[in-house]
């Protein structure tokens, strides 16, 4: 239930080992929170706690392989480098927070550089000269995500997952197998996997509601000369993504504003703003376009993977916040897994859904 990026990766991965698969969004595919998504895959940056970074290590690891399987099956080419990311300090606090940072990498022998301004001037000659200092962590990147939807349905389609576009209302447990209540009718199967993101509390169950609630987050899409800049450029107050057309996002909002999907006029104003104090030719970009998306946090930033410890047939597949595009392959491997084989893959009982009662 729910067809965006993690709802999608899981159905691919299950139809690939032989499930057969169907997909239902009341909105179609990827209109939710992965809409807006910078497709960012940093867990060196995000991954805020021990448990955190683990899965996002592992799901970057993935990455290469699940992207090739995706290409492959969907015979399209996607938006994906591995091309670093540089972070930069533009004062002197700055400099403290990347210094203590790159102590942090140094201790876990991550391959990393912090670099000089004349460094960054050589890597990055469109970000402000006043740049104090920047820290290079090489192995990052970014995924296209509007490219990856469309290779996952594309893919989905050819391993058989079929998209029926109505409204889950409630799920219900009984001998085995599952029911699923729709706007348009009930649906009878073995499994369902609840990956409805933010929404996801929304659905009924016979237990308590997921506690996934929404964090929008809004990012301009510009338009630059290709090459204006070479790798996801992060400051403290935004980060850029540079895509190989010239396309440029500045992302991004944290806003707690509820069920609100809606584009604002200051977001994007200050969003431009801060872009083009960190990376200045941006002011000769033209505006494409603003999105905004709900991303769906729970309290401890973690995701909520795995059976529901009371519904048999019922599995979590939500919450995950900052990290939904990064956390996919892992995701989806993790879920596939465990419906088909009963296998509880490395790093699922960080996400046990019965951390929440679920
Ligand atoms: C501005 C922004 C920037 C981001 N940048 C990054 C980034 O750089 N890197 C990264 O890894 N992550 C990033 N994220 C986070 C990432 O986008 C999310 O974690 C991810 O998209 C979550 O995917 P999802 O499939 O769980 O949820 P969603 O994409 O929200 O999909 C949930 C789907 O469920 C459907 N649904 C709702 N109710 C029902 C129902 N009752 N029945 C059936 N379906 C239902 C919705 O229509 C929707 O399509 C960003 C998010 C935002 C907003």
Redesign the pocket.
Known sequence: ????????AVAYEMAARGAHVRI???????????????????PYI?GHSDALLQLGIASLNQYDNFLARLAADARLDLEYRRTGTLQIALDQDEVRELEAQAGRLARAQVDHSLVSTSDIARLEPGVASDARAGLLVPQHG?VG?SSLMTTLVAAGARRGVTPVV????AVAATAGRVTVT?TDGDVTCDAVII??????G??ATAGPPAPVRP?????VQLHASPGALQRVVWGSAC?L?PWTNGTVLV???VEDVGFNERVTQKAVRSLRASGERLAPKLRMATFVEA??????ATVDELPIIGPSSTMRGVFY????????????PWTASVVADLVLTGTRGEGLDLVRPDRFGL
């Open positions: 239930m729910g067809a965006g990026v993690i709802g999608y239902v969004d009341p909105r179609g595919h990827g209109e939710g929170a992965t809409r807006a998504s910078a497709g960012i895959l940093a995000e970014y995500v109505t409204n889950v209302e729709t990956a409805a993101g933010s929404w996801s929304g659905i964090v929008r987050g809004q990012l980060y993504v992302g991004a909002t999105r905004a998306g709900l991303r769906p597949a939500t919450g995950h916040y900052r990290n939904g595009v990064l956390l996919a």
